[in-house]
């Protein structure tokens, strides 16, 4: 079995950076849905598709990345994602039309996958109160800085810097070659042959994603719309600003994010969660707001909105998942992950269909309202658990009962 207390101490700060680094790189092409729908035609569908394609990949790496650590050990497994990762970058900024938007897409979706899944396995490892404290703080806020990040320093290099359509994705690949090399130098985290976790939602495990998962899946799904549609968003409700800054709707969305993470860290698990749920109904009014006069303000504000209930949310859900035994974490962990990159996929790709047909206005009407009734689902799951019993650690346990 795998040795979960052994973690290295020398592993801390190369697995938080390599969940920043991998997310950084998965909001880059944000600002460049403009360029790549005037340069290579592409539609509203051809731009769900480029975004669907890298979370279903991902999601697809996420099922089977557990079965490889115990044969090939984390430290080769998160190397062999980031050199991957450097080569997926290498293929977006050589690419010349959609189809090696797709492919490139593709390949970082599965590096991403890989290295996210045993980045944050070897994160939640950690024993002690303190120590699952802070690997859910991790665990949460590392996407959205690293999703913010990515997306601004990509939205400045399309404004200011030569040939954005390349450097976009050469810094990230330099950050993951250099990654890669810190990683090598960090020891194995786990003896090789070891057990690698499977992603399962038994037990424990599975209440807690029963009674939060609409929440998980509401707050991952506006996370999927606007680094996807967003920027289209952005043109219909504000046609007078910059095309470039489609992209900061979704800055504002993960600043938000990581400043709630950091606000809830010592809340309890489930209040956290309920507030992700609830908050996720103003922000869609805000969203649609914007297409019935609201304009920019209303759509920037319902994103910062967003952003509030995904953080709450995300620190919530995770805080349980790392309150769980310590044997069953890494599985709970990869459920979550599987749950959270599905409601960003899957959907995004729906919407992007529909929009062809129902024009954008109205897809977002539709995908506002299923996202509202998800938190609701979320809402009703919480109170009901919460009558049912409290305590645990971290109030976990007892809220993923019945």
Not at 87 to 108: E, N, S, T, Y
Not at 171 to 192: M, N, Q
Request: aromatic fraction near 6%; charge should be positive; proline fraction near 4%.
């Amino acid at each position: 079995m795998v040795a979960w207390g052994r973690v290295r101490t020398g592993w801390k700060v190369p697995a938080g950076a390599v969940l920043v680094a991998l997310m950084a790189a998965s909001s880059g092409p944000t600002p460049l849905w403009g360029y790549y729908r005037r340069e290579f035609g592409l539609s509203g569908l051809d731009v769900t598709v480029v975004f669907g394609v890298y979370a279903l990949a991902l999601l697809g790496a996420l099922l089977a990345v557990g079965r490889w650590s115990g044969r090939w050990g984390r430290r080769g497994i998160l190397v062999g994602a980031l050199v991957v990762a450097a080569g997926a970058m290498g293929l977006l900024a050589m690419a010349d039309g959609l189809g090696w938007l797709v492919v490139g897409r593709v390949v970082q979706g599965l590096a991403t996958g890989v290295g996210v899944s045993t980045a944050g396995a070897v994160l939640v490892a950690r024993r002690g109160r303190e120590g699952k404290r802070r690997a859910a703080l991790v665990n949460a806020l590392a996407p959205v800085l690293g999703m913010g990040g990515g997306v601004l320093l990509a939205v400045l290099l399309v404004r200011f810097g030569p040939a954005p359509e390349v450097v976009v994705y050469a810094v990230p690949g330099v950050v993951f070659a250099v990654l890669a090399v810190v990683v090598w130098g960090a020891g194995e985290v786990i003896p090789v042959g070891e057990q690698g976790e499977r992603v399962t939602a038994a037990g424990t495990g599975r209440g807690v994603l029963v009674r939060a998962g609409g929440a998980v899946a509401a707050v991952w799904a506006l996370g999927g719309f606007y680094p996807s549609l967003g920027p289209a968003l952005v043109r219909v409700v504000a046609p007078g600003l910059p095309e470039v800054l489609g992209g900061m709707a979704f800055f504002a969305l993960t600043a938000a994010a990581a400043v709630t993470v950091w606000v809830v860290r010592r809340m309890r698990p489930e209040v956290a969660a309920m507030i992700g749920a609830v908050g996720v109904l103003p922000s869609v009014a805000l969203t649609l707001a914007a297409l019935y006069g609201g304009g920019a303000a209303a759509l920037f504000g319902g994103a910062v909105l967003a952003g509030v209930a995904f953080g709450a949310a995300s620190q919530g859900v995770l805080r349980m998942v790392t309150g769980l035994a310590v044997r069953e974490r890494a599985a709970g962990l990869a459920a979550y992950q599987v749950l959270a990159y599905g409601a960003m996929s899957v959907p995004v790709i729906a919407a992007g269909a529909a929009s062809e047909v129902w024009g954008l206005g109205r897809t977002a009407q539709v995908y506002a309202g299923v996202a509202a009734l998800l938190a609701l689902g979320a809402v009703a799951g919480l109170r009901a658990s919460g009558r049912k019993g409290g305590g645990g650690s971290d109030g976990a346990v007892n809220l993923a009962r019945a």
